[in-house]
């Protein structure tokens, strides 16, 4: 699925116009928001290389284990009975043998990508794409704090960013109202840990247990003998309705 994405230099532009408004805010402030901008803006370019990979990983949640496939330009996120697959022509999600396929019309991941992750993958997971998307907007937030540390995850070299203080309520709305966050990206730019806390106290953790540069192709089509219906629109509380007692 073709996504635009997020770059450094997106996040550099903001950077600048908040130096240009330094008279107002104050120079600490200001020296703030200009490092965070650039740490973040390191950590995009990271999770961006993620899209030209060929890969399978494997992350643990708070209660399941979840599959992450990807052989550009095709996708997956895969548990125990079901799967959610973009391709750029389709997307296709399948539960116990149940399948909906839909056109691919989306230039960008929203909020609709995110709730068909989250009803296959469970409410504590994202992908690489989604978790892009909350570390660009953090990027761009008034009075962010963020530190870097290393990590070794499933044999895999991270950088991670702890980010805190997202308070912002418009932005927060933005990075999917998180208060604060931990991501974890290898050098080649894999997602290898999430975790975070939204303002409402709800909790979400993920972190790669194993990785492989090998992928198996059948991750990206129905599971053999499913019944595939075609299907205008996919989302996840139609899917639900339409698998309901199945």
Do not use: W
Request: proline share 5%; with cysteine.
């Amino acid at each position: 699925m073709t996504k635009h994405r997020p770059t450094t230099a997106r996040v550099a532009t903001v950077a600048a116009a908040v130096v240009l408004g330094g008279f107002t805010l104050g120079c600490g402030f200001v020296q703030n928001a200009v490092d965070t901008a650039q740490t973040l803006g390191e950590f995009s370019d990271r999770l961006g290389k993620s899209a030209e990979l060929t890969y399978t990983a494997e992350y643990k949640t708070n209660d399941a284990s979840v599959t992450f496939v990807q052989q550009p330009p095709n996708s997956a996120v895969l548990s125990t009975d079901s799967r959610l697959i973009f391709t750029p022509k389709a997307m296709i999600m399948c539960d116990k043998g149940e399948c909906q396929q839909a056109p691919n019309t989306a230039a960008v991941a929203g909020p609709d990508d995110a709730n068909l992750v989250a009803a296959v993958g469970g409410a504590g997971f994202l992908t690489p794409e989604l978790a892009l998307g909350l570390v660009a907007a953090a990027a761009i937030v008034p009075g962010t704090d963020v530190s870097t540390s290393e990590r070794e995850i499933a044999g895999q070299n991270s950088l991670c960013a702890d980010v805190d203080g997202i308070e912002d309520p418009q932005a927060g709305a933005q990075s999917g109202d998180m208060k604060s966050f931990s991501v974890c990206v290898t050098d080649t730019g894999l997602l290898s840990s999430f975790s975070g806390e939204t303002h409402g106290g709800e909790k979400t953790a993920i972190e790669m247990v194993s990785y492989s540069d090998q992928v198996d192709p059948a991750a990206f089509a129905p599971p053999k003998g499913a019944k595939v219906v075609e299907v205008t629109d996919l989302t996840a509380q139609a899917f639900a309705d339409a698998t309901a007692g199945k």
